[in-house]
């Protein structure tokens, strides 16, 4: 199938071609014919699976195909709402590409900026806004935007905006919307609290699930390194350095984190920058623009900054720490090998880490290939196949390092010869904890 054979807009299928797409993604050849006979849709999809242009498509076709009737200025027409800052600019960006040959109008709006630049485009009128919960609420309070004329919303990455604690925003926003319009709703993951927020926001709806093991690219070439957390950072500025040429993602678990692996990097003549919610906008949206400019080789991320990332031609992605919540990990590996490129998502996996890893492959139906030994490779690193098939528990920070050591000598001989072999307690560097 081709974006031809879905019934598009002219205009629209020529913006398409322009960015070098043919043929849909399984998301999108399921969803658009649903959002084109303006059907509610309920999506389950991982960032990564082309849901943006799912619902961008359709909606500049309805509004493309039905101008605004009134004279004077644009009213909002379409509301997207989505968790932070640099996936609405995303999504702001992908709209205003896709709708280049109509007359369509987006404007974006976030906060942790001065509002005015955006309140002068909105009095300017619109036809699609894409914002985030906090900002929209603040120009809503201040009867700069009114949602009164909204015949298209899009709720986008609703886990996502739950964990960050935007519930209530959220169900705020819907209480304003008119009850005659066309509703999406998209999340990776249908926990309980989800399912709930859908039913306030759809009527009579489809259902579109992309299963996370669908949403693992084939084309992503994967691979685990296990590697004690004191040796993480060697292994990273090694793996840096044997790819110069390569734009490199990497993933921390939390802020905290992410600052220390820049610092680690840095003393290894390594640049690279963060970007997480500690972060100013104007920081995070210039370390971003570097980093898609190739000005920037290494990027550090969390998880819910990376949620606005398309990088084209990002060929690795390092998952510094593992998740801890496995759907995580498809959305990670996710930001390489899209489209028709391929990709390479390497994972570190510590002691502690083990669980999260066996919890990622039951979700993804496979094992993570093991990478071979290397350099950084001591005694503590080793998986023993004895060790990996008794009961996993979960990770206990207070765990004893010298427990750890203790079992590994009581392991095969082979073992006990490449510890020895690496393990250098005078040379070894204090744990940075």
């Not at 619902?55 to 493309?64: D, K, Q, R, T, V």
């Not at 819907?174 to 399912?195: C, D, E, G, N, Y």
């Not at 690193?381 to 207070?398: C, G």
Request: proline fraction near 5%.
């Amino acid at each position: 199938m081709t974006f031809k054979d879905l019934g598009i807009a002219l205009p629209i299928l020529k913006a398409i071609e322009e960015q070098g797409y043919t043929n849909p993604t399984p998301i999108q050849e399921q969803a658009i014919p649903i959002l084109l006979n303006k059907k509610d849709l309920l999506g389950v999809a991982q960032t990564g699976t082309g849901k943006t242009a799912a619902f961008s498509i359709p909606i500049i076709h309805h509004l493309h195909n039905n101008p605004e009737q009134t004279k004077g200025k644009r009213r909002i027409r379409t509301l997207i709402v989505t968790p932070t800052r640099e996936l609405a600019i995303q999504i702001a960006d992908n709209f205003t590409a896709y709708s280049k040959y109509t007359h369509v109008k987006n404007t974006v709006i976030f906060g942790g900026v001065k509002q005015q630049r955006q309140v002068n485009a909105l009095r300017n009128g619109v036809d699609a806004l894409i914002a985030t919960p906090g900002r929209l609420l603040d120009l809503m309070n201040q009867n700069i935007i009114s949602l009164r004329d909204i015949e298209f919303v899009v709720l986008d990455e609703a886990d996502q905006m739950l964990d960050m604690g935007f519930i209530h925003d959220i169900k705020k926003i819907i209480a304003k919307l008119p009850k005659q319009r066309q509703s999406l709703f998209f999340s990776a993951t249908m926990p309980t609290s989800i399912v709930e927020l859908s039913k306030t926001l759809l009527g009579a709806f489809e259902r579109v699930t992309i299963k996370p093991q669908q949403a693992t690219a084939e084309k992503v070439d994967q691979g685990l390194f296990f590697v004690s957390k004191l040796n993480k950072p060697k292994l990273l500025v090694h793996l840096i350095n044997e790819r110069p040429s390569d734009s490199v993602l990497v993933f921390s678990r939390t802020k905290h984190g992410a600052n220390k692996i820049v610092k680690k990097l840095s003393q290894a003549d390594i640049k690279s920058a963060a970007i997480h919610g500690n972060k100013s906008q104007t920081a995070r949206q210039k370390a971003l623009g570097d980093f898609k400019d190739g000005k920037l080789r290494v990027l550090i991320a969390t998880d819910i900054a990376a949620r606005g990332i398309d990088v084209e031609d990002l060929s690795l992605v390092i998952n510094y720490d593992l998740p801890n919540v496995p759907e995580t990990y498809v959305h990670r590996i996710g930001r390489t090998g899209r489209a028709s490129a391929s990709g390479i998502a390497l994972s570190f996996c510590d002691r502690e880490e083990r669980p999260y890893l066996k919890d990622i492959e039951k979700l993804i139906k496979q094992q993570v290939p093991r990478m071979p030994e290397h350099q950084f490779t001591d005694g503590d690193d080793e998986p023993a196949a004895e060790e990996e098939k008794r009961p996993q528990q979960r990770p206990n920070p207070n765990r004893s390092r010298n427990n750890n050591r203790n079992r590994n000598r009581n392991r095969s001989g082979n073992s006990n010869n490449r510890s020895a072999n690496n393990r250098n307690n005078s040379s070894r560097p204090r744990r940075d904890d």
